[in-house]
Structures are given as C-alpha cells and as structure tokens.
C-alpha cells in the first residue's frame, strides 16, 4: 500500500484552533478542533492541541507520511516562526510558537498571519485562482487581511505587512477600545465582536423593539444577530448596515494602495451574505477615486469557513519542499 503524503494545516482563532490533514492536492482526510479561549498557558495550550492532532490522526484509514506543520495565526510572523502580541488571542508578549511546537516534533513548523494563509489558500484552491492581484479579508473573532500582489504575498520588511484590521477607521480618544492597545482599530467596528458593540450601541440609543434585547454582550453572538436581520429585525439589519458600511470606507482604501482585481471576504461574518456584501460595497463605490470605479470585484471566499486558512497554512510547508 502507498503512503501518502500530507501536511496538518493548523488555524489559530481567537475563539476555536482548527486543524486538518493536508494531502498535495488540497483534499482534507481528516479534520478537528480545540478551544483556543480554553488554555491561559500557550505550553499547555501547544501540547493539547499536538495531542489532539495525533489523536485525530487515527481517523484516516490510509497511511500516511506527516512532512510539516504550517500555521496561521493573528499576528503569526514567518521570519521568526512567532506570534507577537496579537490583540485577540489569551497570550501576550512574543511567543515563540515554532520552538514550542518543536519540543513534540521533529518536522517543519512554519508560522504566518492567518489572514496570509488564508489568502494562501484562496489563490491555490479558491476564487483567486487565476488572479495575481487579490486582498483577502477575514472577518472572525477580529479582522484580518492578506495581500497578493503580482502573484506574491506580501509580508513587508518584518512579516507584518498588512494589518489594516488595526488600522484607525475613527481615531481620538472617545472611540472604541481595541485589544492591541489602540483607539478606534477597523477590527473594533468590523468584525464578529465588532458588530456585537455596534448592536448594543444601536440598542441603547434606540426604543424600537428587538429581539435581542433579551441577550447579555456574553450571550450574543454574529449568528444570532444574522438570524434576527434574516427575520427582518430592525435593530439586527441596522447594526450590519453599519458594519457594512464601516468596511466599505475602508476597503476604498485598500484598493488605492493595491489596485486589486478582486477582494475576497472569508469567515463567519462574510456568511451574511448580502447583509454586509450590499452595504460594504455600496460604499466602498462611492468612496473609490473615479480611476477605480466599477472596476474591483467584492467577493465571498470559494473555500468553506473551517477550510480555507488550514488549507492555507499547509501550504506553507508544500512550498518549503518544492524549493
């Protein structure tokens, strides 16, 4: 019997960790995941999910041949195979995650963005495809981005290239608090959380009814509020109008330092659909210099949520064995 080769493609999330194993030609045999909010010590957290990943290994029936580990995390820096304080995750500091991951293995560890990795995986087994010139968003727990420019990801002179979720869509000292420190970040408006707050805010300034009133900010999550827009909520269609329209600001932006032929919205709060399409690129047109104009495709991800960054991430070690 052959073996085949494959890579554990891993995506660190601000809420869940989801992994799965890679085979060359992007097909995922087997897949799980762990709470990443469940461990306060990333050398515990490191050795649990290692645990889970080779307990999860027992589910393919085939043999196979681990060759590297690729993971995506927020503020996941390839150069050094480290995560430096990123704002949505339980640990703080620079944590040298390649060296811990290390201590359970002998194979390859490369660490990137996770936005990279997802944008990775949109130009290998997505919509992006046929494209050299493309900008991913993931809209998750915090808003993450990756740029593909004449074919190449850019990381910039650090690895940090392109962290427009921290970039300020309102600054000054009034606005909104952001995990990494700041004032005013995208991520605090655009996001699942972010919509939360921009609910909330909508809730309190308002008496129409809704709902979601009956919801602590603990309890609510973006699937509930995109159930009761569905449903026609005034106050749940209005708190994505918002976000929409925060996005779309930003995204004019993004096109004039780019250029790209499309941008692809990937994870949980692009699964609204038209809720945050149809706003977010309502003004992103309206705020595009005319050169730009009609010109930039907004599109949702051709890689399921759970996929894309895994798919992503394993390919960083595919690309390590080809060279």
Not at 32 to 58: F, G, N, P, S
Not at 211 to 228: G, M, N, P, Q, V
Not at 253 to 264: L, Q, S
Request: hydrophobic fraction near 40%; charged fraction near 25%; proline fraction near 3%.
């Amino acid at each position: 019997m052959s073996v085949k080769q494959v890579v554990v493609g891993i995506d660190i999330g601000g809420t869940n960790t989801v992994f799965g194993y890679v085979d060359r030609d992007g097909a995922i045999l087997a897949e799980d995941r762990i709470k990443t909010t469940h461990y306060d010590e990333i050398e515990v957290y490191v050795a649990a999910l290692y645990e889970k990943i080779m307990v999860t290994r027992q589910k393919i029936e085939n043999s196979i041949e681990i060759i590297g580990f690729g993971i995506g995390a927020p503020m996941g820096n390839i150069n050094k195979g480290t995560i430096e304080h990123p704002a949505g995750l339980p640990w703080k500091g620079i944590i040298p995650l390649a060296d811990l991951f290390k201590r359970h293995t002998t194979l390859p560890v490369m660490v990137t963005n996770d936005a990279n990795a997802a944008a990775v995986g949109e130009m290998i087994y997505g919509g992006a495809r046929e494209m050299k010139n493309f900008v991913v968003i993931t809209l998750g727990t915090g808003l993450g981005s990756g740029f593909v420019i004449d074919g190449k990801l850019v990381y910039g002179h650090d690895g940090f290239a392109g962290e427009i979720g921290h970039t300020a869509i309102r600054p000054g000292p009034s606005n909104r608090d952001c995990g990494c420190g700041r004032k005013g970040c995208l991520e605090t408006y655009v996001s699942a959380t972010g919509l939360k707050r921009t609910l909330l805010k909508i809730m309190a300034d308002s008496i129409q009814p809704s709902e979601l009133r009956k919801y602590s900010f603990e309890e609510l999550d973006a699937e509930l509020i995109h159930e009761a827009a569905k449903r026609g909520d005034y106050i749940a269609r209005r708190a994505f109008e918002h976000t929409g329209r925060m996005l779309g600001f930003k995204l004019a932006d993004v096109v004039a330092h780019t250029n790209p032929e499309a941008i692809f919205l990937f994870g949980g709060l692009a699964l609204a659909k038209d809720l945050i399409f149809e706003p977010a690129k309502e003004y992103m047109e309206e705020n595009l210099l005319h050169i730009y104009k009609g010109k930039v495709k907004l599109l949702p991800s051709e890689l399921s949520t759970q996929n894309a960054a895994v798919l992503g991430a394993s390919s960083l070690i595919w690309s390590l064995k080809e060279t």
